[in-house]
């Protein structure tokens, strides 16, 4: 018998597989590509909400554990995935700089926001107010992150590329089996994808739609990324990525020309530079209606040995490795989970009598 099914391979089931590899856990990963947040994002990691000058949720603590787990797996698996990066928010007017001071004075924001305003140096950007930079940010790239983990669980016959069948999985007394496989637990994260799980989508995940462009600019010449309508984050070689949109109603991962639209209308906005759109990608972030991870065991007795990991919203480079960690802890060690990322605050809605 195995300890872990881990369903799905974005930046939840990464983070709980790294996490299970680095405590000696047996595991497989199935997972299918129904879902792309993951593969979408920028994997900009930044503690704060750069629209309103606020700390994200325990955003200094994810921080810290997310840089010791990236650089532990960037270790373990030999490749660099983690690039610095510096993050600056253009000010739009004196009472935004104002208010960057103000923030800056508030107990633990001094750490992340940078004293000295930078004036603008670059031609093409559009700047008059100068711009606040945020300290300790930089970029994941996921793609390559996932790259590396799958190709080392394939190596060791760890990972299946399908969709998994939820008639299929049979739920023992203290064990569950799928197919062929006996494991202790299984771990479900398939992100927007859990609408379709019948154990779990009775939890109040919403899913906001985000798209990102790809544009070529390279008479631009901008080494940070810049928050300003949207974001410009720069990939190398002349390359940048503009976004992202949110929408709420439409749960597809298809592009949209509206979205295209409103991106190129936003980076005109604070960019005077020709450029030519080369891709455009989309995604579901998983997003909650009380704006809080979905982490834990099943409610209901009968599925203890089902846990989920979701609901990472537009943070899931910060906020996987902390709460796959939590989720780990509370299976392996019985450590309670943080309420506020515990699905027994849903408990109620567990609509016990259809599962027999
Ligand atoms: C446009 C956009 C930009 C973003 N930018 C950032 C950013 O800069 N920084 C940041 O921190 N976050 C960002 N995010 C948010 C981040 O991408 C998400 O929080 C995170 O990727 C969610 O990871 P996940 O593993 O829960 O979901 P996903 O990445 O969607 O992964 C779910 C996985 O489960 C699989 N799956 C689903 N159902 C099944 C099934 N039945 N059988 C098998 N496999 C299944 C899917 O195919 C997929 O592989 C962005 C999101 C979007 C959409």
């Not at 660099?80 to 004196?94: C, G, T, Y």
């Not at 983990?149 to 399908?162: M, N, P, S, V």
């Not at 009775?202 to 080494?223: M, R």
């Not at 209901?300 to 939590?326: C, H, M, T, W």
């Amino acid at each position: 018998m195995i300890d872990y099914v881990i369903v799905g391979s974005g930046l939840a089931g990464i983070c709980f597989a790294e996490t299970a590899t680095q405590n000696e856990k047996r595991f497989v990963m199935i997972s299918d590509h129904s879902q792309n947040a993951s593969l979408v994002a920028a994997g900009i990691y930044n503690p704060l909400v750069l629209k309103r000058f606020t700390m994200a949720w325990q955003a200094e603590r994810q921080l810290d554990l997310a840089m010791r787990f990236y650089y532990r797996m960037q270790e373990r698996l030999g490749v660099q995935f983690d690039h610095k990066l510096p993050v600056a928010r253009i000010l739009s007017s004196v009472e935004e700089q104002n208010n960057w001071f103000v923030t800056l004075d508030k107990p633990a924001f001094g750490r992340f926001m940078s004293a000295d305003l930078l004036s603008n140096t670059n031609s093409f950007v559009k700047a008059p107010h100068q711009l606040g930079e945020v300290k300790e940010t930089g970029r994941i790239d996921t793609v390559k992150m996932r790259e590396c983990l799958l190709e080392e669980l394939i190596k060791k016959q760890q990972f299946l590329d399908e969709s998994f069948d939820y008639s299929a999985l049979e739920v023992k007394a203290d064990y569950i089996v799928y197919k062929d496989i006996k494991a202790r637990n299984i771990i479900f994260a398939e992100g927007y994808g859990l609408k379709q799980n019948p154990w779990f989508n009775y939890l109040p995940l919403v899913g906001t739609k985000g798209e990102y462009l790809s544009i070529y600019a390279p008479e631009l010449k901008e080494e940070k990324a810049l928050k300003s309508a949207c974001f410009l984050i720069p990939l190398g070689g002349g390359y940048y990525k503009v976004g992202a949109t949110y929408k709420w109603k439409d749960k597809t991962s298809k592009t949209t020309i509206e979205a295209r639209e409103e991106l190129i209308q936003k980076l005109q906005k604070f960019i005077s530079v020709d450029f030519e759109v080369v891709d455009q990608i989309a995604g579901i972030r998983p997003t909650v209606t009380d704006r809080r991870p979905l982490v834990g065991r099943h409610p209901d007795f009968r599925f203890k040995q089902l846990f989920v990991l979701n609901g990472f919203g537009s943070r899931g480079v910060l906020i996987g490795p902390y709460a796959a960690e939590a989720l780990f802890t509370q299976i392996e060690k019985h450590h309670p989970l943080d309420a506020q990322m515990d699905i027994s605050r849903f408990a109620v809605h567990w609509p016990s009598h259809q599962m027999k």
